[in-house]
């Protein structure tokens, strides 16, 4: 049973038309096909099912005039937060995600904004077996199989945090650092282990880890010799 104080009812008011907004944009968007998308299904194979179980929690984030810092402060305590969210056990925890959303950034200071506290906690995150997400109206990160296709533009900006799973090599391999790369596979490879369902996920995750070592001595040693 919930109770509600009038302050709570005035703030639930404020948040509810973002809560609606982004709530038919993951049911009309991200859970359906695309002309563009470049392969069948959903936009985002996760959300219907994540839908139908009730497993994902939105929090409205009300604050203006904000810095990176600020918001790194506000996202980071939602990794335990999620951790400790039921679901809890393995397969249903799959299911669940957190979407952050904050209207007081502005469509114009949402890439400054969003994405560089994406990429700064994006290093503790998958180390901790999670993947968080950058969303916002002018992201322009491509499809997996459609680079003119942008599946990360949402109409409010916004930071969403869910389990890694196998199928999101790809979003780890590609990193340019390589040193960051390296640390990706190493957390990827580590939190399935033994437990890959597909053989050729282990094997690729493999090879570009020991690709990206030996990029890495190579450059030491081609600047070791150059110094």
């Known amino acids: 049973m919930e109770l509600y104080t009038p302050s709570e009812i005035e703030q639930l008011q404020q948040d509810l038309p973002y809560l609606i907004e982004i709530s038919q944009w993951l049911k009309t968007f991200l859970s359906r096909s695309h002309p563009d998308l470049g392969r069948p299904g959903p936009v985002c194979p996760f959300v219907p099912k994540a839908i139908k179980l009730d497993c994902i929690r939105l929090r409205v984030i009300r604050s203006h005039n904000l810095v990176q810092q600020q918001v790194i402060n506000i996202v980071l305590p939602y990794l335990n937060t999620f951790l400790e969210l039921e679901p809890r056990e393995q397969d249903d925890s799959l299911n669940k995600a957190i979407l952050l959303l ?61 389990f890694m799973v196998e199928s999101d090599l790809p979003f780890l391999q590609n990193a340019e650092d390589l040193n960051l790369r390296i640390r990706y596979l190493e957390a990827y490879l580590k939190r399935f282990e033994n437990k890959f369902k597909d053989e050729n996920n282990f094997k690729n995750a493999r090879q570009s880890l020991a690709l990206a070592k030996l990029e890495v001595k190579t450059k030491t040693l081609l600047l070791y010799i150059g110094g």
């Not at 400054?112 to 968080?132: A, H, N, W």
């Open 102 to 162: 904050f209207p007081d950034i502005s469509h114009e200071d949402a890439p400054r904004l969003i994405d560089s506290v994406q990429k700064e906690l994006k290093p503790l995150f998958v180390e901790s077996g999670l993947m968080l997400g950058e969303f916002h109206k002018r992201n322009h990160t491509p499809g997996l199989h459609n680079p003119n296709f942008r599946p990360l533009r949402s109409p409010i900006p916004m930071l969403a945090i869910r």
